[in-house]
């Protein structure tokens, strides 16, 4: 739940896909505005009841079905390759 007692899957964007990064947004922002995308950035006490680090994202369908779980910027390689074959399967 989010501070103000709704759902965090208020955040996630009715179309596309969403991204619910830690604190430390800037890693994921420049990934998310070059694809059909929004980035939701998360509270640090937030993002740490999700299992995510500050560097951390969740990469959410319109749905709220997850599609990964990005812990820490370490997986940041292995998120953008899921949203590369998410966006462009015929290229993968």
Same mark, same amino acid.
């Given at each position: 739940? !989010?501070?103000? #007692? &709704?759902?965090? /899957? +208020?955040? @996630? *964007?009715?179309? #596309?896909?969403?991204? !619910?990064?830690?604190?430390? %947004?800037? /890693?994921?922002? #420049?990934?998310?505005?070059?694809?059909?995308?929004?980035? @939701?950035?998360?509270? +640090? *006490?937030? *993002?740490? &009841?999700?299992? /995510?680090?500050?560097?951390?994202?969740? $990469?959410? &369908?319109?749905?709220?079905?997850?599609?990964?779980?990005? &812990?820490? %910027?370490?997986? $940041?390689?292995?998120?953008?390759? *899921? /949203? +590369?074959? !998410?966006?462009?399967?015929?290229?993968?």
């Amino acid at each position: 739940r !989010l501070p103000d #007692g &709704r759902s965090t /899957l +208020e955040l @996630v *964007a009715a179309h #596309g896909i969403t991204v !619910l990064t830690g604190p430390d %947004a800037a /890693l994921w922002s #420049g990934r998310v505005s070059k694809a059909p995308m929004s980035c @939701v950035s998360l509270d +640090e *006490a937030l *993002a740490e &009841r999700l299992g /995510l680090s500050p560097s951390g994202a969740l $990469i959410v &369908r319109p749905d709220g079905h997850i599609l990964f779980v990005a &812990r820490t %910027a370490d997986d $940041i390689v292995a998120a953008t390759r *899921a /949203l +590369e074959t !998410l966006l462009q399967p015929d290229q993968a």
